[in-house]
């Protein structure tokens, strides 16, 4: 956002042939333009409480500014770079716009806009289920007029008081509220009944997934160890460790209800397989490959990602002096260049 104020205050600049170096050497200059000093003066009108925002909203200096903008912006718009940039801003006023929605519990706002953004943003699933939520909400006055009726009236968010900015998400609101009340309790209670069956507990301070992997190569020394669970980053952490257990150590993964198999990795096979150099590259092709469909690298899953990455010479050097160094400037401006090409990024560019 301060990109865009600054964008903004650029063409603002440009508008009204105003010299910004100026401003920044004498902050109390002031502008000698009749169109800026009616903005000022329906700034301090707005400031001292003469005019209420939407008086303010409603003036003719405001409206004239918005078409003066408009032209300018209509111009710039022929410039591809220019373009670019315009349309940056107005992602930026789009989340403004959002924000304001759910600060203030602006029910028409917070459905307009959005779905496109969503929809170019890759998670192609969460774009079908806003279609419908919008499709949905956009009936509630006629299929649930009591429910449309609180949300209008903004019960679409949470408050903690009756100020006006004063509007959380709902979603903050269940994570950062509810979550944090009821799930360390229910942790407390569960970890008493486990206790009670004579069950071992171990509780995580910092990184859980860390937690199980040291938990399990520990009691591997004792005797053979499963580990059961859905995240991939269990398996990676458990193939990073340079030397195997003394005991065997298995990943287990749950059974899908689509598929009902279980899968069951051996993790000193599995380390013997791919390699002590891959497991030590492990979890940098696992953290550079991305986590969802949007940070992946131009596109391009984990499989296709470690196919590239193992079987190329120069990147296993890549990955050495990544793990030996501290990623300096220049290793890091040196290889983003042929990153490009290599990871055939190039053909997802626009220019």
């Known amino acids: 956002m301060l990109v865009d104020t600054a964008l903004y205050c650029l063409l603002i600049a440009d508008i009204f042939n105003i010299d910004v170096s100026k401003l920044v050497e004498e902050p109390k200059s002031t502008l000698e333009t009749t169109e800026m000093k009616e903005i000022d003066e329906l700034y301090s009108q707005l400031s001292s409480g003469e005019l209420s925002a939407s008086e303010a909203g409603e003036s003719d200096v405001l409206k004239n500014l918005e078409a003066t903008v408009r032209r300018k912006t209509e111009i710039l718009k022929q410039s591809r770079t220019a373009k670019l940039w315009l349309q ?47 499709m949905t909400m956009q009936s509630l006055d006629e299929d649930h007029p009591d429910v449309n009726a609180n949300v209008i009236n903004g019960n679409h968010v949470i408050r903690c008081n009756n100020r006006y900015w ?66 991939a980053d269990l398996l990676i952490l458990l193939c990073y460790p340079s030397k195997d257990t003394i005991n065997k150590i298995y990943f287990k993964s749950e059974a899908k209800q689509n598929t009902h198999k279980i899968k069951i990795w051996d993790i000193t096979e599995t380390r013997r397989k791919i390699g002590p150099f891959v497991c030590n590259i492990l979890s940098f092709i696992h953290a550079f490959s991305g986590c969802d469909t949007t940070s992946r690298i131009f596109g391009q899953g984990k499989g296709m990602v470690f196919k590239k990455i193992v079987l190329t010479l120069n990147y296993k050097i890549m990955q050495l002096s990544f793990a030996r160094s501290l990623m300096l400037r220049a290793f890091i401006k040196q290889e983003n260049k042929s990153l490009l090409h290599y990871m055939e990024g190039y053909k997802m560019l626009k220019h």
């Open 88 to 134: 940056y801003s107005e992602m930026v006023q789009v989340l403004r716009q959002f924000i304001i929605a759910e600060r203030t519990g602006n029910w028409p706002i917070h459905l307009q806009e959005k779905l496109p953004f969503l929809a170019a943003s890759g998670h192609n699933l969460y774009t079908k289920t806003a279609y419908v939520y919008l």
């Open 166 to 231: 004063a509007g959380i998400f709902l979603d903050l609101f269940i994570e950062q509220v509810l979550m944090r009340k009821n799930k360390q309790p229910f942790i407390n209670t569960l970890g008493e009944k486990l206790k009670d069956g004579h069950v071992q507990i171990i509780y995580a301070e910092d990184d859980a997934d860390l937690k199980i992997v040291l938990t399990a190569i520990e009691k591997s020394k004792q005797h053979t160890t499963t580990v059961i669970g859905e995240d």
